[in-house]
């Protein structure tokens, strides 16, 4: 199977990402015009249908997320493009802002319409100064146009200041409001209570693109590509020991083995050119072994069999060289470092497994590994501590891999 | 019922007004769940996680302080998941910080069985003592970052703002701003910090110094309830004597007037009673 | 005062549990995050569940800091501000025109004198801009409810009372008195002045404020002492003052206070004192007036040494309770008050407070209901406490509600006079006076623990005032008044306005504050003008070490 660009330009597009020129080429303009004259509930339901679901990891539908926000209490209410991606492996919205940025930003504003709100912040990575200009300057068109101001909503860029747990949604409500970014315990969720309190619809910046798309076609053309499950494309980052690194655009259902190996994809395995393990999902991911991989498909239920998630779409690859436990250790002290300290499990949970990580003692102390991990998995207060473990839990899991410890 | 829920804990049918926390419900049909962060008086913290539940649907277990009951709720308070969780967050803050004056956490390892040496070995919290003052005293290397005092110098007490957590992960510890001693902080020594403190991190310096020459004496100590002899608020005074002599002063957590709170004249202005200066 | 004028009872008419659920909170000359931090608390829990929280002081403060709006009035002028907001309430007709027709009189004559105190004409005095008057009228007015607090910004001024009628004329015309989050709350600034007035403390009142000029009232108490009770209202502290000053009064019994030190004009109260005959102290300390005793009588420490109850600012009556033995001599008010009157052929049978409070009890309906086991067990009780299961009163004056109103609530009109002293070329600047937050009074009780902050006192003087006259932070200036001068050090501050300078006068031992102040005082409630006297501020010589 091709790589497909949807989300992604075609690499035949001459206009610049920015300008009026583009809105037209995409057909953006277009989406826009028809979805700002739709009612409310005509957006929502059209989302609903195209089965769009988050792609910032927790895959939850979009469509019911908007219809929450929708009908939740409340005069004032805010959308949030959550841009501040931090992943380990993660590189997808940055190259989709690049290429693209209108796209995102115009889901923006069509999800504030849907769900009534006059005011909208993109909270950009610290790091992404270039990309926080380009959005600035992709704003600034849609202002032209008419489709941002006071009469349209207001869109203000936010940036982060390097701290991973900021792109929590929550904790990131807490940085813009100027608060430490601590995660919020949940209840309430955002589609209630907020940003600012308030009912606020955070979407992740690939998400946002889908529903760009979804209006700027219809739900026919939207739902040609993917699985019986899972509808359209995703953008996956190739990163690791693999010939042709970078964010390719593929159909849901695409196997895995062949995102590696497909020519226009991943161009095959380098180093030894044997591969020892991918590692699906960022740091917070799944390891999964040469067979795992040959054996499922990027899709939801495929992966989720083998207790695997697609999450931010991070496709980290390893050849039969690389000692996994090092990367775990690596991954550990990621978690070590980025945990804010909030809740026990996670903010003491991350040190010791680091340093038993540092003492070589993943495979001698695994039944307080399993425990601990469990411990962190069911009570830390956010996705942060509860997913640190999964990478460490997984490679227990498979003691195949063991032999690169 | 209108302004009711009815749920089930442990399988035990239990019906609660609505607003009702998890954590209260479990309490109603006496099956308390362990608490450490979360404080009567104190928007709930949820943040030492002792005392989390498993909730049928959940995909977490959570944390029954401040989780509202809903009807149809299926709650359990000791399924697997709740006791390996329990006792982990037991078992990493014995392996972080000084249990030693700490008896809910003391209580909180022993009911789940925890073993203190399991994770021990690496980091702790281990840390000087900082007295900058003569009224009370940071031994860090107690705290577990409940964030209860944090809450009562802030929005829930005192309004003051003098002190927040700093610093992430494992380094996450509460301060005065940049490190400062006390004096040079916004802090007004109201006490209430102390007053919340379940470790003994935050202690008054009276008894600090008593404590450490070993003349600290639960026994020997009587409390007397009053009324403070400074401004006209009225604020309930628990006078804690040994030997004849005000060692601390509380104030009782239902009172209509503290809820527990004091000033830095009813906490610690005291000594006026019972200085040596002759009549 | 004021309250006692308007409703027939001297006390806050709502509890600080009615400060979480109102709307809308306005304090008028009251630093509460210093002075009452605990009702601070309250207050803060009411603006975190969206009351607004709306702050009349001279000075920023702690408390200002946190509120939604400061108007930092001038010294003085808050008769005008209260009367131009009650101005433009009339004027918007957003007053509560059926609580006022059905409680209140003399909303004609009210109107009427409020009509020239356009906010044009209070902006004038009070250096609040117009529009920022107009708009808390309009908020003030439009809120559901209500409180409104007040500390001794207001009442230590000649015009004490008439400052506190003027809020009492807001809280009338918003309906904002005898119902929940409603109400008006003077923030009592010693531990038991409430509980002193409850007893019956004051010239012409028994326990409970019963009226002795009602031949009723003196009836009942004389049945039950057993003695005669003159009808003659006494004199007041001032009065008092006055009478040692003409010679009138010889003797003087100072129980628990250093008037010495905490009344205006020291060096007059000096003089007054050396006049006595007789002058008996009874108190904890050797204080500067103990100093100057014919005898000193060693007492216990109230809250920790001895029993009986005190009464707080929201009208609740708690118990006191001796927690730790007393040293030497000293013995029990209730003690060293018996043997006296025992020594002057008096035998009153009380050995316990408890005996007292209960005699006190059967002729005060207000108190009836209290015993010593209830106050213990309910955490003190508010009165009216009328009958034995009553749960006491949270909210005063409900009668206001009532279809038909019998015993109505006045407004009062009252006018704006200035501050006794103005400046004048020769004192410059005015030196007003109040409390910080880790100390008390004439530091008595606040100057023996050892608080981080216990540098001594400081004046607060604008830089632009301090640069004018050539002094730096820091400096020790000399400061005069018509009465008196001190050496203090300046600090820089813009927490006042330039023209205004601040101390307060917890250190009299080394910084004589109340040399300074003026003793001119409120005719109806004795109280001294603390807040305003005129100053002059001068540089010290500076002697430069070479």
Redesign the interface.
């Known amino acids: 199977m091709n790589e497909v660009r949807r989300l992604l330009p075609g690499k035949q597009t001459s206009s610049s990402p920015i300008s009026k020129e583009r809105l037209v080429e995409r057909g953006f303009d277009r989406a826009l015009d028809y979805a700002l004259a739709l009612e409310p509930e005509e957006i929502i339901s059209t989302v609903t249908k195209s089965g769009i679901k988050g792609r910032g990891g927790a895959a939850f539908p979009t469509g019911v997320k908007w219809s929450s926000v929708s009908k939740a209490e409340g005069s004032v209410k805010y959308v949030v493009m959550n841009a501040d991606e931090s992943e380990l492996g993660t590189f997808k919205d940055r190259v989709l802002l690049e290429e693209d940025p209108l796209g995102a930003l115009v889901g923006l504003v069509i999800g504030a319409h849907a769900v009534g709100a006059k005011k909208a912040y993109c909270y950009i990575r610290g790091e992404y100064r270039e990309v926080e200009q380009t959005l600035a300057r992709a704003i600034e068109t849609l202002r032209h146009g008419g489709w941002v101001g006071p009469h349209g909503v207001e869109i203000e860029i936010r940036r982060g200041a390097g ?1 991973y ?1 900021a792109g929590e949604e929550t904790a990131l409500f807490n940085s813009i409001e100027g608060k ?1 970014p ?1 995660p919020r ?1 949940k ?1 309430p969720f955002p589609t209630t209570k907020g940003l600012w309190a308030s009912p606020t619809l955070i979407q992740n910046v690939e998400t946002l693109a889908n529903v760009a798309i979804l209006f700027a076609h219809d739900l026919h053309w939207f739902t040609a590509y993917g699985t019986q499950d899972t509808v359209g494309t995703k953008l996956v980052g190739l990163s690791g020991h693999i010939r042709r690194p970078g964010v390719y655009e593929v159909p849901f259902g695409t196997p895995m083995q062949e995102i590696l190996d497909a020519p226009e994809l991943g161009g095959t395995v380098s180093g030894s050119g044997r591969l020892g393990a991918v590692l699906l999902g960022g740091a917070a991911g799944t390891f999964l072994t040469p067979q795992e991989v040959k054996n499922t498909v990027l899709d939801y239920p495929s992966l989720g069999a083998i207790g695997a998630s697609i999450g931010s779409g991070a496709i980290m690859v390893f050849d039969d060289t690389v000692n996994l436990e090092w990367v775990v250790t690596k991954l550990a002290r990621f978690f ?10 996670c ?6 497994i680091l ?1 038993m990580m540092e003492t070589g003692e993943l495979w001698t102390r695994t039944s ?1 590994l399993r ?2 991990g ?2 962190m ?5 956010c996705g942060l501590g ?1 997913t640190a473990p999964v990478a460490l839990l997984s490679i227990l899991e498979r003691p195949e891999l063991r032999h690169h410890a | 019922m209108e302004n009711t829920v009815t749920l089930t804990i442990d399988g035990e049918s239990v019906t609660v007004a609505q607003g009702t926390t998890l954590r209260a419900a479990c309490e109603e049909v006496q099956h308390p769940v362990p608490t450490l962060c979360w404080h009567e008086n104190l928007t709930a913290a949820n943040a030492c996680r002792a005392c989390v539940v498993e909730v049928k649907g959940s995909r977490t277990l959570v944390a029954s302080c401040s989780r509202i009951a809903e009807a149809g709720m299926e709650v359990q308070t000791a399924s697997e998941r709740v006791l390996n969780s329990r006792k982990v967050v037991a078992e990493l803050l014995l392996s972080t910080s000084d249990a030693s004056i700490a008896p809910d956490l003391q209580s909180l390892a022993a009911i789940s069985s925890a073993d203190a040496e399991r994770f021990s070995g690496g980091n702790t919290w281990a840390q000087p003592v900082r007295e900058d003052n003569n009224l009370y005293v940071r031994d860090l290397a107690k705290c577990i970052l409940c964030y209860r005092c944090v809450e009562a110098c802030g929005d829930d007490a005192q309004n003051t703002f003098a002190i927040a957590v700093a610093g992430r992960g494992f380094n996450a510890h509460i301060d005065a701003g940049f490190g400062r001693d006390l004096p040079e902080s916004d802090c007004v020594y109201c006490g209430n910090c102390v007053a919340v403190c379940p470790t003994g991190a935050l202690i008054g310096k009276r008894e600090f110094d008593l404590r450490a020459r070993g003349e600290w004496d639960e026994d020997k100590i009587t409390t007397t309830p009053t009324v403070c002899s400074f401004c006209g608020v009225g604020c309930e005074l628990d006078l804690h004597v040994m030997d004849n002599q005000i060692i601390k002063v509380t104030s009782p957590l239902d009172h209509p007037v503290t809820h527990g709170m004091l000033c830095v004249k009813g906490r610690f202005g005291y000594e006026f009673a019972q200085s040596e200066e002759p009549v | 005062m004021g309250l006692t004028t308007a409703f027939g009872s001297g006390a806050g008419t709502s509890a600080y549990e009615d400060f979480h659920h109102t709307a809308f909170i306005l304090l008028v000359g009251s630093n509460a995050a210093e002075a009452h931090p605990i009702i601070f608390h309250h207050i803060m829990k009411g603006v975190h569940n969206g009351a607004k929280l709306v702050v009349v002081d001279p000075r920023k403060t702690l408390t200002t800091k946190r509120a939604h709006e400061h108007l930092q009035i001038a010294v003085g002028s808050d008769i005008a501000l209260l009367n131009a907001i009650a101005h433009v309430i009339i004027r918007d007709q957003l007053y509560r025109a059926d609580f006022i027709e059905r409680a209140t009189t003399g909303f004609d004559a009210f109107r009427t004198s409020v009509a020239t105190w356009t906010p044009e004409r209070a902006a004038a005095i009070t250096g609040i801009e117009t529009d920022r008057i107009e708009s808390l009228a309009h908020r003030y007015a439009m809120a559901p409810s209500a409180m409104i607090g007040w500390t001794l910004g207001i009442t230590e001024h000649h015009n004490a009372v008439d400052n506190v009628m003027a809020l009492i004329n807001l809280s009338l015309l918003g309906g904002n008195v005898g119902r929940p989050y409603a109400g008006l709350n003077p923030l009592r600034g010693q531990n038991n002045v409430q509980g002193g007035g409850d007893m019956g403390a004051l010239p012409n009142r028994l326990p409970g404020f019963q009226d002795i000029t009602d031949p009723a009232v003196r009836e009942k108490f004389e049945r039950a002492w057993g003695v005669s009770i003159s009808s003659q209202r006494g004199w007041d502290q001032t009065q008092m003052f006055d009478a040692m000053d003409r010679g009138a009064l010889r003797g003087l019994y100072v129980i628990g206070e250093n008037p010495l030190q905490s009344e205006a004009n020291s060096a007059h109260m000096r003089k007054i004192f050396s006049q006595l005959d007789a002058l008996v102290v009874q108190d904890i300390f050797l204080t500067a007036t103990g100093k100057m005793a014919d005898v000193v009588l060693p007492a216990r420490a109230s809250f920790a040494e001895s029993d009986g109850t005190y009464t707080n600012s929201e009208r609740r009556v708690q118990r006191v309770k001796a927690g730790r033995q007393a040293p030497g001599e000293a013995q029990d008010d209730l003690w060293i008050v018996t043997s006296l009157a025992r020594a002057m052929g008096y035998d009153w049978p009380f050995s316990k407070a408890e005996q007292v409070f209960d005699e006190m009890r059967h002729l005060t309906t207000n108190y009836y209901g209290m015993t010593y086991d209830r106050l213990e067990q309910e955490h003190g009780l508010q009165w009216p406490v009328p009958e034995e299961g009553h749960p006491g009163s949270r909210v005063l004056h409900e009668r206001l509600w009532d279809d038909v109103v019998v015993d109505k609530a006045p407004f009062t009109c009252v006018e704006w006079a200035p501050p006794t002293e103005q400046t004048t070329a020769e004192y410059p600047l005015l030196l007003t006076t109040g409390r910080r937050l880790a100390f008390f009074n004439t530091g008595v009780q606040s100057n023996v623990y050892d608080h981080p902050h216990n540098t001594g006192e400081w004046m607060e003087i604008h830089p632009k005032d301090a640069e004018t006259l050539g002094i730096n932070d820091e400096d020790v200036v000399r400061v005069l008044s018509r009465r008196g001068e001190v050496e203090v050090p300046a600090h820089y501050s813009e927490a006042v306005n330039p023209g205004t300078v601040f101390m307060t006068f917890h250190f009299p031992d080394e910084v004589m504050t109340n040399a300074l102040t003026i003793d001119s005082t409120d005719p109806q409630s004795g109280t001294a003008e603390f807040k305003a006297a005129a100053v002059r501020v001068e540089r010290l010589n500076v002697v430069v070490d070479k």
């Open positions: 701290a747990i430490r601590e315990v209840p070590a470092e980025e945990s804010c300290g909030q809740c026990v499990p903010r003491i949970g991350t040190k010791r340093e307080d425990a601990l469990q411990a998995k069911d009570a830390s207060i509860q």
